[in-house]
């Protein structure tokens, strides 16, 4: 069983026609339906429940998915502390598209977490860079979504433990698009595509690269609690 809880901003589906004809139910509800399954449960939290987001919501859930945009700034600090918590202890935690500016990213990268951006819809190719990876596998050599928003270099973030993808643009910028973090327990994946005008968690490749994502994200090991033991010589226990 896979445990997998979303959290979406869901403010441009119900305020922009464009963003609702694209996901008349939410990107959460687009991105839950193709994860969903006999063996893997979704819950989804919006910006008006995301104080549900609590610690026995997250110490039930294997991989959390995030999306959100401009309201960054109302989850309040404490559900992006025990997001941050959580994912120490051996959550794994998917950060989509324009995430890289959300609370909790920003709190386990550390860094601004920057970077420039375009919104002319431009085709994306994503390149497969690390063709052995988990989250790669079904992915070709490359793919690619006909409209983007464009996200470039360079990214305000610490140095990945490896770039998956790197996407090109047609107005010839170049993004880490597919990254991975370790901290200290958990698994962090962040995942360049995923504008909202765009039918983009529709696409096939996008869809195969987030469910690898979950598998590869999905915690082998969990700590309990957030302390240090104490000091035991080996053999004292
Ligand atoms: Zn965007």
Known sequence: MTRITIY???????????????????????????????????????????EGITDE???STDVMIWWGHLRHHLVPDEVAQRVKDAVNKGMGIIFLHSGHHSKPFRLLMGTSCNLTWREDGDMERI???????????????YFELPHVETYGEPFGIPQPDEVVFIGWYEGGEVFRSGCTFHRENGRIFYFQP???????????????????????????????????PHVVRPGQE
């Open 194 to 228: 995923g504008h909202e005008t765009f039918p983009i968690f529709y696409d096939p490749n996008v869809q195969t690269i987030i469910r690898n994502a979950v598998a590869w994200a999905k915690p082998v090991y969990r700590i309990p609690v957030l302390e240090a």
């Open 127 to 141: 390149w497969n860079v690390c063709p052995s990876h988990p989250i790669a596998q079904g992915i070709g050599r």
């Open 8 to 50: 979406n901003e869901f403010v441009h589906e119900q305020t922009d026609e464009a963003v609702r004809e694209v996901y008349p139910q939410g990107i959460h509800e687009a991105i839950a339906s193709f994860l969903r399954g006999d063996d893997v449960q979704v819950r989804c939290f919006t910006l008006d429940t995301v």
């Open 57 to 59: 919501v997250l110490d």
